[in-house]
């Protein structure tokens, strides 16, 4: 590709269609006529739908969700006065769940993580250069390791150490730093501690964590060094919203990378952190465009 | 899965929820208004709109591609009244293409095969389970080789040879099988004979075509040699549109498989042989559920 | 391909340079000189090696796996002489054990199943066209359902009911079939039913086990539900060799597809059986062409 | 994995059993009894085969390729002697090719760039954290570009700016900076410049490059825009060893990625960046490794 047709895209990119458009997601259980009633409502206010996607889980009695992206000239001032119109117009009527987000801000996100830096010098990278959708305003870790790598990116650096004994003091350290509703968006990109129900309550915004993952999978430590004594041929990663079961969230995204009986357990590592940081930078991407919605303990990715 | 699980999922499948369901397929000329004119319209008959999937070129002057699955008690007697009241409510002022489709009605399929028969056993294989919402009515063939493999499923075998002299006759023979409207889709399952433009026209269906794909492509004849000459480490598939050019139409589908040094040309081919008969087959499944549109030499698959 | 191509390659397939060639496999600790060693003894016998592939764990104290491919006249009725000599002059020394296989021998394969039948119908179909190199000499079910569609391969079916009361003499049914060297190697191509220690030992031969896989596992009944609940994004399949520990046995091959939230539970169960055949047909491919190496609870797969 | 784990697999990294351990190639025309020879060779001076690899293209006439890893204590000061002795023992015997690598030295490389950054900060970030057996003496852009970020990582950058009429005076330059026998390999990371025949000539060590695929491929200009139009479902990457064609060479390492009808020609770029990084980073290490054999026009990786 030429450096003109980059150009051309950097620009496309950075005014990429999405001024003066919205996106609402919505979702309830399944009703005649909700998508009819949806479209009527952003219709008469002169809206032109992007894009619409739809996901019902049966026709009967099933769950119902929709991401409708919209274009609609001063839409950004708009939000508020929108919200207050479809709750009385349509959510009411529906008894449906509903956000509208502008697509034009993009996501303030915070990071935490420990000393492994594959994940957060990705998303660092990328955001860097526009590639994701989102701001990043703070990395809190319990290390003070990577405080150059971050800071180099004009990023500031929270260290904030853990033990057993300072579990309670140091969440509290953490959310006067993550809480508040500064933040959209918290990646755990490869945080080590156990955070505690009290804190996912807390923090008020969705936290995103990236888990290795194996068939079969291996609970516990030493998992790499377990799936090499078992001859895995797959090493996969799944990035998960974080809940009281910490591995256990609705699963945005997974993918596996192959590896064979010469790889060493350290190769098994490096295979995991590739797959890791690829996958966890997706499932970022799809939550900061509004693409996930919760489905019970699932997600609908559109 | 337990045996009982099975059966209840064979049960499911057997009436799984189609009855009573059809599918609007819609594309046009980007226009405000049209996600809320055409919902209304499928909602003021009665209808519950199952699924809907959108997509957009463009916010300003793109194209527009819906596809609508809809729950209506009867529908299946009603579709040439639905469409007609469509054209005049909805399609005519959007100056919009439009097909209804019934989805409890399976597709009625021919299947066009030279020699090769991976890719027309998993078809028959797949039909014959129920896998493919599809009824294989003939399979037209050049040689004789495949014919007892045919009709053990129940499937009328027509053996029509081709020679460059005789095409003209042969196609003439192939079309008195194949046209007529008495098909929705052709298959071609290897067929290794180009066919001609007048063909395509005649045959008064969509044609889909399953290709051997390489990075980068080898043209011509012997591509299996010339990959294993130039040292692919992948071995693809790509199942497409048949068009006047063959080899060039609309890409539904695409897939590849790895393979290293140690394949011989034997190996590409079994190698490719397995790729083929997958892309090809979920390609034909995307088809008979109504999930491809035509967007100029591009596809869109919902 | 033209069809010329074709019928060169079945030709070269029918006698693809594996007669006159044979396989020797070698596990031993590691020591200096073994591989000198096992390659004078071949060369002095005027073989000619054609393919050598090595492993060792570790340069001080690991284990070395080998494996030989070699060209040598007249192989075929003289590899009882070989093993006798290579157990004087190379075993003995190095502490190792041995394998001779005759390449042009095709190996003597059983397939137990249960009423899942695209496994089954898999194997029988490669192995009817020459793709694997083995010969299906019985099948044995707990059920007769698939009866017709083995002996039209011209393969022997034996049905054996199998319920918890007469669990013992089911097996004892089996070892009849199965037991006694009339196989090299016993596939479970979707059996359901657990088998005893005791008759994992008995039947004298290794079995191989295909098994469903997801990110994370999911242990015991309704795999398939559960993997929906959680919304994972791949669906996979693990190939081993079958311990007393059914599912835990060393890992041969692994794959996965994806999957989206619009999967049903139906769509997820044929999504997994597509990737159990192909898991399973490559495991039995590299099995039969003496690939596989047994290390441990793992396998090295040259 | 625990930070202690990390440490240990760190520890074992840094020794990772190099020292003291070199790798052989060899490659001729396939003989009885090179193998023993090779390893007879080694054995008789108290080394130990760690790994061995071969490949033969066919048991009568064909190539033979051999990679061989041995521990030999204090080898890095006996290599120019081992390769005079095998010489005249081993290579004149056979008519062989060879090469010893010391396997504790890193390879010299530098890196040639324009304007985008993905491949080359993947490169730098990767050496940076030992994860690549190679060090970056140089990069050579003809830009100013990503100076910064190249300094960052304490990297020399050297900027030759090249037009059509400089063309030649700009090659000079390079391979001032290039040449001499400075580097065991130059990398190519997105440089956008047709190299000359000469260039590739004098620079004296293997070039390896990156190059985009689609499957079919577009040749020319524009290929992201033309693969949009084309609809193509993959995009692909090739990393190949460059020739006088410069995207012909033999072919290293392929990968693909999945994208759809929504992925905009900007996703699509973006989509290709990321395998583009990843196939050439796997690329480099194994030739770095020193696992990628020539084989005519295509490539025998061990």
Excluded at 80 to 105: K, M
Excluded at 151 to 166: D, M, N, Q
Excluded at 187 to 206: E, K, N, T
Excluded at 245 to 268: C, M, N, Y
Aim: hydrophobic content about 40%.
């Amino acid at each position: 590709m030429t450096g003109a047709v980059l150009s051309a895209l950097r620009a496309q990119e950075s005014s990429s269609g999405v001024t003066d458009t919205a996106r609402l997601l919505v979702s309830c259980a399944d009703r005649p006529g909700i998508v009819a009633g949806v479209s009527r409502f952003l219709v008469e206010r002169g809206a032109n739908i992007v894009q619409s996607d739809q996901y019902s889980t049966n026709p009967e009695s099933g769950s119902f969700f929709l991401r409708v992206v919209f274009h609609l000239p001063g839409v950004s001032a708009r939000l508020d006065e929108l919200s207050e119109q479809f709750a009385v117009e349509v959510a009411q009527r529906f008894g449906s769940d509903f956000e509208f987000h502008d697509a034009a801000r993009p996501k303030r996100v915070a990071i935490m993580v420990s000393r492994y830096d594959h994940c957060l010098l990705d998303l660092l990278w990328r955001t860097s250069r526009g590639e994701l959708p989102m701001e990043i305003g703070a990395v809190v870790s319990n290390w003070g390791d990577l405080r150059d790598e971050v800071t180099r990116f004009g990023v500031p650096y929270h260290e904030i150490p853990v033990t057993r004994a300072t579990k309670a003091t140091s969440e509290s350290a953490q959310l006067d730093v993550l809480g508040g509703g500064r933040y959209d968006l918290v990646i755990l990109a490869r945080y080590m501690q156990i955070l505690s129900d009290d804190f996912l309550r807390r923090v008020g915004c969705p936290v995103i964590n990236i888990h290795h993952s194996f068939l079969p999978a291996f609970a516990g430590a030493g998992p790499y060094e377990r799936a090499k004594e078992r001859g895995v041929k797959l090493i996969g990663a799944t990035a998960h919203y974080a809940t009281a079961d910490l591995d256990e969230g609705p699963i945005i995204e997974q993918d596996v990378t192959r590896v064979s009986h010469r790889a060493t357990t350290r190769d098994l590592v490096r295979a995991g952190a590739d797959v890791e940081r690829s996958v966890l930078q997706r499932a970022v991407r799809w939550h900061c465009e509004d693409r996930v919605l919760l489905h019970g303990n699932t997600t609908v990715v559109f």
